[in-house]
């Protein structure tokens, strides 16, 4: 069994900063490519950005370019999301994600497990 557990979640003013943490853990736990999506009420679970564990190379969204930075423990199986100069169109909920396969995967049906989710709430 295969469990990502996301903390770090919460309220934060506009400019603030969160850092978003997600434990990986499972018996045989082992994946290319490790990322963390955002969903908003109403709309579409979105990409933010993913790392690649093999060679630490990353891939963000236009949107947090400069603003996010992901990065991973390999020796504690946990990635990282440090978000800075929040505003309040960050507010959603943060997922974790793992796939197989060294492409990054921009979508959410790219990936095969899935975390519970760590509200971020950005107030104005």
């Known amino acids: 069994q295969v469990q990502l557990v996301e903390s770090g979640g919460g309220l934060v003013q506009v400019g603030g900063s969160l850092r978003l943490s997600c434990a990986a853990s499972g018996r045989t736990f082992r994946s290319d490519v490790m990322g963390w999506f955002r969903q908003a009420p109403g709309k579409e679970r979105k990409f933010v950005a993913a790392?690649?564990?093999?060679?630490?190379?990353?891939n963000y969204e236009d949107s947090v370019k400069g603003r996010f930075t992901i990065s991973r423990d390999n020796a504690k199986n946990t990635l990282y999301l440090q978000m800075n100069t929040l505003k309040p169109e960050d507010t959603a909920v943060y997922y974790c994600a793992a796939k197989f396969g060294l492409s990054f995967g921009a979508f959410w049906e790219d990936y095969h497990y899935w975390g519970q989710g760590t509200q971020v709430t950005v107030s104005s």
């Open positions: 790392i690649r564990w093999s060679d630490s190379s990353v």
